[in-house]
């Protein structure tokens, strides 16, 4: 790598609203030999003899910062959801085309010489979490947009709300959405096999592309960071609050008793979950970020899944009920252990990371 890629904000000076002089300014230079991206016009900015504008009121800066930055870090999580439909649908189509070996339910096309890979059940536990996947980050992707809708659109009451409802997804959908792109364009490419591995069809253009939106505008490491330290324990669980009434509205909606109470489950041990993570000290604290924000994750796309497969159930689309059904099925049975696992995880301190010197790595 030639250089590292910034985009430099320039220093707010004192000075009012006036315009003010950025000193050591410009010259932009592509970087080249980056790990994908290469369509990208990422550079590195100097700026030298240029005028900068403040914006905002003086002293408010990392306000407006925040502002601009909860946009960019929501819009990469949609990134990350882009790519990972895209992926999915390479996969799809390819997996009905590629004939490979007879399915072990035996045969399924017998006019062929062997019945395409749709068929395998390994590659369609790797379509279906795909699948389960993508439309679980959707779905809660949008409820988070319509709570984005009301900090501007609501009344001075649904504002506060939904203000601190963005502010407890925002790291979520960054670093969870980004964290999926990831996975699932990796599966992508294996369900291509060797041709996966072929820059003509494009798929580990994926894994390329979804890499850097785990690491820009703040690492997911930071995102679950912001998470558990600043939404949750330093706000005393007030945006958790605001954040678990909205899913249980959501619950008090599922028609169907079985479901309803599948969801009331999850949201039970994802609120008792979060609420016992308010002790510790900073280290505990930020040895469990991961984790904390894994859980939180799968446990809300759970509810969401339950609530998608409610409201298709009303749909006249009758194949579209079944399928959204069936892909919660699958990932209550197959994705949701994920969350018992993180929780399992979140053990009471950081005495395990801690106990490590420099000389036991
Ligand atoms: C292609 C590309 C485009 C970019 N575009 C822009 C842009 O347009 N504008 C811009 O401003 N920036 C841009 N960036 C910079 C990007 O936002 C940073 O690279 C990113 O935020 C990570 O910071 P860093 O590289 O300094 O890593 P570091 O902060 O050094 O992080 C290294 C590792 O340590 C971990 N870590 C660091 N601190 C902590 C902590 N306190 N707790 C837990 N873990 C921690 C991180 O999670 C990471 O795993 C771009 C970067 C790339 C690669």
């Known amino acids: 790598m030639k250089g590292i890629s910034l985009f430099l904000v320039p220093k707010m000076l004192p000075g009012e609203n006036d315009a003010f002089d950025v000193p050591n300014a410009v010259s932009v230079g592509s970087i080249e030999h980056k790990m994908g991206l290469h369509g990208c016009p990422t550079c590195v900015m100097n700026f030298d003899g240029a005028t900068g504008w403040l914006i905002g009121a003086p002293h408010s800066g990392l306000a407006c910062m925040f502002t601009m930055m909860n946009d960019a870090r929501f819009q990469v999580g949609l990134q990350g959801t882009g790519i990972a439909e895209a992926s999915y649908q390479g996969a799809l189509t390819y997996a009905k085309e590629r004939l490979q070996s007879r399915a072990p339910q035996g045969v399924q096309q017998p006019d062929e010489k062997a019945d395409a890979i749709i068929h395998l059940p390994d590659v369609r536990r790797m379509l279906l979490t795909q699948k389960a996947l993508t439309e679980g980050c959707r779905a809660l992707g949008l409820l988070y947009a319509k709570q984005v809708d009301l900090v501007r659109f609501g009344s001075p009451e649904e504002q506060a709300n939904a203000e601190a409802i963005v502010a407890y997804l925002t790291p979520i959908t960054k670093s969870f959405f980004t964290d999926v792109g990831q996975e699932v364009s990796q599966l992508g490419v294996q369900i291509f096999g060797g041709h996966g591995y072929i820059q003509e069809w494009g798929m580990e253009q994926l894994i390329r592309d979804s890499r850097i939106t785990q690491l820009y505008e703040g690492t997911n490491g930071i995102q679950a960071l912001d998470l558990i330290s600043r939404k949750l324990v330093r706000d005393g669980g007030k945006m958790l609050q605001a954040t678990a009434e909205l899913f249980a509205g959501l619950i008090t909606n599922i028609a169907n008793q079985q479901d309803r109470d599948k969801a009331q489950e999850v949201y039970d041990l994802w609120l008792a979950g979060s609420q016992s993570l308010m002790a510790g000290d900073a280290f505990d604290t930020a040895s469990r970020a991961y984790d904390y924000m894994q ?59 801690a106990a490590f010197t420099l000389d036991d790595f």
């Open 295 to 353: 859980f939180c994750a799968y446990s809300l796309l759970a509810i969401c899944w339950l609530s998608l497969k409610d409201t298709a159930s009303g749909n006249d689309n009758q194949q579209l009920a079944n399928s959204k059904a069936k892909v919660c099925e699958f990932y209550l049975k197959r994705l949701y252990p994920r969350a018992l696992m993180h929780k399992a995880a979140l053990t009471d301190n950081g005495e395990d990371l």
